[in-house]
């Protein structure tokens, strides 16, 4: 994996070694799970239920993979996609997952999939809650989530690991990669790319661009989005993130990137070498891929010129160890930015009364 950093770097001046060793110290707990493997038995039809860090991660690696075996992901109450979904249903084993046991959406997707589905077995991955009342009723198999991990930096634990390793992902590279990343230092470009980004939004540019010329990896940027709306979005403080894709975005949203508001960093996301490609002869091209490569590179220096700092992010393949190093490397630098904010990034305070709300609601 590959960092590049364009019109980014901003007068530092303080050392941060504070900062990094209190980083060092919070992050224990997730920088000890990328050390433990989960492994399951490999199933031919798989669904997860559960919703934001319970399902995000696992999500992204089974679409960036393109993993043949079947899976059906329940991240939501929309009625419509929901019963279409479990439609296609046939004996699968169901991953129900909630950290808290007591999450909505999880709860009432797990009681339609036992009313409505013939299911080949229930495994539970909670701590508490009304699924583990649930899970000890029916003697269901519980898998356990190490407490002082939030769920959205839980992929390497149970959480990711279970459902990933029951669908055939080789989920000893993916935390392969995760611990070639584990080398935490303030050279390291995850703890450089928290202190460019914190240093922006100090001036104002407060919008994260997440521009990835890799389809596949369209789930990780909803994972990302989780992890940092989550992790900074507190005390009137934090950074939105905004979702592109390249070459699509470069027709709608490159005109504001170039000529709006200079109010954003741009990370582009992409690959050395795709795992598809054809041989074709278009004015300088010789590969199909030359084409996207030359709308990405046309795009950042454009951006450069007109002084938008910009990131290029470049996996050399997308594969179970290059996604292990992307995920790790995304958990530093925003646990690593919470620092800098003096915020806790692993809790999230406003959503609970929301929770709180939608439950009254519901009982009235």
């Given at each position: ?179 070639e990343m584990d080398k935490i230092n303030l050279n390291h470009p995850a703890v450089v790319n928290g202190i460019i980004h914190y240093l922006h939004e100090r001036e ?161």
């Amino acid at each position: 994996m590959r960092v590049d950093f364009k019109n980014c770097f901003k007068e530092v001046d303080k050392d941060y070694s504070q900062e990094l060793e209190k980083f060092i110290n919070i992050f224990k707990p997730i920088r000890e799970t990328i050390y433990r493997e989960v492994k399951e038995d490999e199933q031919d039809e798989v669904v997860v239920i559960g919703m934001g860090g319970s399902i995000l991660g696992t999500e992204t690696v089974y679409y960036a993979l393109n993993v043949n075996k079947k899976a059906i992901f329940l991240d939501n109450t929309d009625p419509e996609v929901t019963l279409r979904k479990i439609k296609l249903l046939d004996n699968p084993v169901v991953y129900v997952v909630s950290k808290s046991g007591n999450t909505l959406e999880t709860l009432v997707n797990y009681k339609l999939i036992k009313d409505k589905v013939d299911v080949k077995e229930f495994i539970f991955i909670t701590n508490g809650g009304k699924l583990l009342e649930i899970a000890k009723k029916n003697n269901y198999r519980v898998l356990n989530i190490p407490e002082e991990v939030p769920g959205r930096y839980s992929v390497f634990t149970s959480v990711g690991l279970a459902p990933l390793s029951a669908l055939g992902v080789d989920v000893k590279s993916l935390l392969k990669g995760a611990k070639e990343m584990d080398k935490i230092n303030l050279n390291h470009p995850a703890v450089v790319n928290g202190i460019i980004h914190y240093l922006h939004e100090r001036e104002g540019r407060d919008i994260s661009v997440l521009m990835t010329y890799v389809e596949s990896l369209q789930y990780f940027g909803e994972w990302y989005k989780q992890l940092l709306g989550e992790s900074l979005g507190k005390n009137f403080l934090g950074i939105t993130p905004l979702l592109s894709v390249g070459a699509k975005d470069q027709h709608s949203l490159l005109q504001l990137y170039l000529d709006g508001k200079k109010d954003k960093v741009i990370t582009f996301l992409t690959v050395e070498e795709y795992r598809e490609d054809i041989e074709i002869e278009f004015e300088g091209a010789k590969k199909y891929s030359d084409i996207i490569k030359a709308e990405k590179l046309a795009t950042e220096k454009a951006l450069t010129n007109r002084g938008v700092p910009n990131i290029t992010i470049e996996l050399k393949k997308v594969d179970e160890k290059e996604l292990g190093s992307l995920l790790y490397f995304y958990m530093i630098q925003i646990a690593f930015m919470g620092v800098l904010y003096n915020i806790d990034p692993f809790n999230q305070p406003a959503v609970e009364e929301e929770k709180r709300i939608c439950w009254s609601i519901l009982k009235k």
